[in-house]
């Protein structure tokens, strides 16, 4: 397949992709299913659309799902390394307002305070406050 060059020509250097998770559970938790498609594992759908278009790929990626453990934190961070991303976004999961999410963790008694919606946000993560 020849490389995209309409992406370089539109001046694009890079593309962003929310990937959110290597976990398989997880992604069809969240019907993230997009990311699920294909023969192609997701490290090796990322390193193809970089030769394809020759662009640098940058990846939002998510810890703190129900299906997350102790033990993938490791998955997590090979699966980054494996990637060779130049740049990940990495943050916690968040529980915004008016989401799916929001009203099942709310209907099993699991929310301890509303998301400002900034994955930075040191104040609103497990304090407890």
Request: glycine share 10%; charged share 20%.
């Amino acid at each position: 397949m020849a490389r995209l060059h309409w992406f370089h020509k539109a001046n694009f250097i890079n593309g962003f992709y929310g990937v959110e998770t290597p976990n398989e559970a997880s992604l069809l938790g969240t019907d993230k299913r997009q990311n699920l498609r294909g023969e192609r594992s997701l490290v090796e759908k990322l390193k193809f659309i970089s030769e394809q278009t020759g662009a640098g790929v940058m990846m939002g990626m998510i810890y703190g799902f129900d299906h997350d453990s102790d033990e993938s934190v490791q998955e997590f961070i090979d699966f980054v390394n494996a990637c060779h991303a130049p740049i990940v976004m990495a943050g916690l999961l968040n529980a915004l307002p008016c989401t799916p999410l929001i009203a099942r963790l709310q209907k099993q008694g699991r929310m301890i305070q509303a998301s400002s919606g900034n994955n930075s946000d040191a104040e609103n993560h497990g304090n407890g406050a």
